[in-house]
């Protein structure tokens, strides 16, 4: 079964320090993958997207994730972490084969920014 | 519309009670999905509505969830006989063909008593 699993449940860093978020994904030989923000009392907001092409994608808020396909993997990075990025992050995947509109969601990863 | 629109917004309930939730796609988008999300746990999948018939429901908790949708409008999530096991914000999504990213709405944020 299609699955997208998110390993960390929550993780603290420090303002001004790098972050990556962890994402991983179990099928589909043409994945396309999201990465979604959903700040406290605000809907869902995608960051940045994967289709085809370039593995190293940039989305906005300054986020980048890279796509490796060898380890099943989409991660999320920041380089300087800011204390508005804290959140829950939400990754998601579909097949553009298999199953076309249909995005599976992984359980989240709840991001604190300390001073 | 300029967004995905829900309502209520909130909604509180007795056990036991029916209740429908709306959800106002953006205009022109054929995809439509629900979601649930139990407070502090991620996104759990309900249905997903193609035009308006629904090839996947495999998300549906039980019977007592239902869902329907008038063409590529609108659609109503309804939950009879509501459980305190229930509450959740319910989301709803909208995704254009051709395009897979979803656009959400703000959600409806249900309490059963």
């Known amino acids: 079964a299609q699955s997208v699993t998110q390993p960390d449940i929550h993780i603290t860093v420090s303002e001004g320090a790098s972050l990556e978020l962890r994402c991983n994904y179990s099928?589909?030989?043409?994945?396309?993958l999201f990465w979604y923000v959903q700040s406290p009392g605000q809907g869902l907001q995608l960051l940045l997207k994967y289709f085809s092409g370039d593995t190293l994608v940039q989305g906005i808020k300054g986020f980048e994730a890279e796509f490796k396909r060898s380890q099943s993997s989409f991660n999320l990075r920041k380089p300087s972490v800011h204390w508005s990025d804290a959140a829950e992050y939400f990754c998601?995947?579909?097949?553009?084969?298999?199953?076309?509109?249909?995005?599976?969601f992984g359980p989240g990863t709840s991001l604190s920014v300390i001073p | 519309g300029a967004g995905v629109s829900q309502s209520p917004s909130n909604k509180v309930t007795e056990k036991g009670k029916d209740v429908e939730l709306r959800c106002d796609p953006i205009s022109g988008h054929t995809a439509l999905y629900w979601y649930r999300q139990r407070l502090g746990q991620g996104l759990e999948f309900l249905i997903y509505f193609q035009g308006n018939s629904a090839p996947d429901k495999s998300g549906l908790p039980s019977d007592r969830f239902s869902a329907e949708r008038t063409g590529e409008s609108v659609s109503t999530l309804t939950i009879q006989r509501t459980q305190q096991e229930d509450s959740a914000v319910y989301l709803c999504a909208s995704s254009r063909r051709g395009s897979e990213t979803q656009y959400f709405g703000p959600g409806t944020r249900l309490l059963v008593l």
């Open positions: 099928y589909g030989a043409t994945p396309y």
């Open positions: 998601a995947s579909g097949d553009l084969e298999t199953s076309y509109d249909k995005v599976i």
